[in-house]
T-cell receptor, first 117, second 113 residues
Framework: GAGVSQSPRYKVAKRGQDVALRCDPISGHVSLFWYQQALGQGPEFLTYFQNEAQLDKSGLPSDRFFAERPEGSVSTLKIQRTQQEDSAVYLC???????????????FGPGTRLTVL | DAKTTQPNSMESNEEEPVHLPCNHSTISGTDYIHWYRQLPSQGPEYVIHGLTSNVNNRMASLAIAEDRKSSTLILHRATLRDAAVYYCILRDRGSGNTGKLIFGQGTTLQVKP
């Protein structure tokens, strides 16, 4: 079966450009997470959706970062006015249940590698 | 959130068992112990999780100390494809947690042929 997919896999942006990163979770998965992974570091949580509701955005580093999941399936992470420090791999993960989200397995996509010049 | 401590790196020979340790001395009663691994250029993948009892699945075994302050991920026969960063993560099943994973630095496992 299809896993979590992300597009594009690689994105190069000039400083100041806006970018949009897409995540297609596993069909039927209620929970969706975004993580940011800097080079040589572990992933860091950005935001969490349960269906279309964004229940936790405590990890978003600034108001330039915005995420949405309007129909409770596909999600988009948007970064406005990109800066060099935004260069990282952006990972999306989905999980089947909302009720057991605190312990259920998360399925990760391959990530989008963003390079800001 | 309770923290975990893992060695930065470990080496193993192919087809030998590997024991990856994790210390979590501040673990609470509602914390599950999860392990994920991340192969090069891929997203993390779930390996195993447990609460109190030792657990086995097709990928690995998880041995949990009686006082739950430490655990060990056991790969019974390491292969070259097991070379990855292994993360030990505590997940609170309490209502205050949205289920996000808090990754540390993990242990980079090298497998030598």
């Amino acid at each position: 079966g299809a896993g979590v997919s992300q597009s594009p896999r690689y994105k190069v942006a000039k400083r100041g450009q806006d970018v949009a990163l897409r995540c297609d979770p596993i069909s039927g998965h209620v929970s969706l997470f975004w993580y940011q992974q800097a080079l040589g570091q572990g992933p860091e949580f950005l935001t969490y959706f349960q269906n279309e509701a964004q229940l936790d955005k405590s990890g978003l580093p600034s108001d330039r970062f915005f995420a949405e999941r309007p129909e409770g399936s596909v999600s988009t992470l948007k970064i406005q006015r990109t800066q060099q420090e935004d260069s990282a791999v952006y990972l999306c993960a989905s999980s089947f249940s909302g009720a057991r989200v605190r312990i259920n397995e998360q399925f990760f996509g391959p990530g989008t590698r963003l390079t800001v010049l | 959130d309770a923290k975990t401590t893992q060695p930065n790196s470990m080496e193993s020979n192919e087809e030998e068992p590997v024991h990856l340790p994790c210390n979590h001395s501040t673990i609470s009663g509602t914390d599950y112990i999860h392990w994920y691994r991340q192969l090069p250029s891929q997203g993390p993948e779930y390996v195993i999780h447990g609460l109190t009892s030792n657990v086995n699945n097709r990928m690995a075994s998880l041995a949990i100390a009686e006082d739950r302050k430490s655990s060990t991920l056991i790969l019974h026969r390491a292969t070259l494809r097991d070379a990855a960063v292994y993360y030990c993560i505590l997940r609170d099943r309490g209502s205050g947690n949205t289920g996000k994973l808090i990754f540390g630095q993990g242990t980079t496992l090298q497998v030598k042929p």
